[in-house]
């Protein structure tokens, strides 16, 4: 059998698994952004899949909601039917985890079984099906932030809950190129490997910054732009001692600094453009250097639109989608490079 034609359902594989944990990202984004991610305040792997089931269940588990951090100093007083509305969304990304577990845990053992998947690939896609369990135990440990004292979970674990699915993503979306379209040498070399490794570094770290933005809720403030509120550097930027835990902890710091990533994103990508342009690159590398420049645009005025109107729900999902849509870009970028190189 042909390596391709063994391969092509287990590209197609991979991919339903990335478009599920891209879909997770967005949902956990929601799930963010509503507020709800408190309201399942226990964690079940095997029984968590069964929601309440009838009016006296229903009120069981508002009632252990009403003990908790969250419910006794902001919810107080809420009736059930709110309650639905936010378990449902935590409930549906849990729910939303546990299909991916499933989607990728029997095909590959049937793949394996099969022997379509075996060698190096099997110890990639083994290290991806662990990588996926600890994003649920990180999950939770995010959420248990959240369950003492204040109820608001930790920004460092919601920035590490949020890389560690982008980066499942574009791991599982790199071994997919990498079926697709095996590496050749010495073939129209392109010469761009560094600056796409900054860029796609570059990127990593904005969308870090962007997690620590949302955990701090550095959005809700300073929504002018250019300036903040008339300001380039507000005061107190750096109150924080030592200066270094400003840019995780200073609210103002965080959102500052993720504008200022933002800046060097854009005119990064503008130089990769114009490098392209200038060099005798392939076609499809500079389709893929337009594709990056038109998705920063976009991404750039929605990150602006998002912040002047003080993180709207919808405006806030999509820029998040937006970042998963330019990290796969950056990826496939990289990839591009070093396929020739």
């Known amino acids: 059998m ?15 698994v990335m478009l599920m944990v891209y879909a997770m990202i967005i949902v956990g984004g929601l799930t963010r952004l509503t507020n709800s991610g408190l309201s399942m305040v226990d964690w ?65 053992a049937f793949f394996l079984f099969t022997k379509r998947v075996k060698g190096s690939l099997a110890v990639k896609l083994g ?24 109820p608001r979970v930790s920004q460092y674990r919601l920035a590490a809950h949020l890389s560690l699915a982008f980066f499942l993503l574009c791991y599982l979306y790199w071994i997919c190129l990498g079926l697709m379209y095996p590496r050749k040498r010495n073939l129209d070399k392109a010469g761009f490997v560094g600056f796409s490794v900054f860029l796609l570094v570059l990127t ?3 969308i870090l910054f962007g997690a620590l933005t949302a955990g701090l809720d550095a959005g809700l403030m300073y929504n002018t732009f250019p300036d903040m509120n008339g300001t380039f550097l507000p005061a107190g930027s750096f109150a924080m001692q030592p200066v270094l835990i400003n840019f995780f902890e200073n609210p103002v710091t965080v959102q500052f600094t993720h504008r200022i990533l933002g800046w060097a994103l854009f005119f990064s990508v503008i130089v990769l453009f114009v490098k392209g342009l200038m060099s005798k690159v392939s076609g499809v590398r500079r389709f893929l250097h337009a594709a990056l420049l038109l998705t920063v645009f976009f991404q750039f005025i929605l990150g602006v639109m998002t912040l002047v109107m003080a993180v709207p729900l919808q405006w806030a999902s999509i820029h998040q989608a937006g970042a998963g849509v330019f990290l796969l870009l950056a990826v496939t970028n990289l990839y591009s490079e070093y396929r020739y190189s």
Request: aromatic share 18%; charged share 15%; hydrophobic share 50%.
């Open 2 to 16: 042909q390596q391709n034609t063994l391969h092509k359902p287990v590209i197609l594989w991979l991919f339903i």
């Open 44 to 108: 079940r792997p095997i029984m968590g899949i069964f929601p309440p089931m009838n009016l006296e269940q229903w009120q069981a588990v508002f009632e252990t909601y009403r003990l908790s951090p969250e419910y006794q100093q902001i919810n107080r007083g809420m009736s059930l039917d709110e309650f639905k509305y936010i378990f449902y969304w935590e409930y549906g990304h849990r729910v939303l985890g546990r299909l991916v577990g499933v989607v990728f845990f029997i095909p590959f």
């Open 127 to 150: 290290i991806a099906f662990i990588l996926g369990g600890a994003q649920g135990l990180l999950g939770w440990y995010m959420v248990k932030s959240g369950l003492v004292d204040v």
């Open 204 to 206: 990593s770290i904005q």
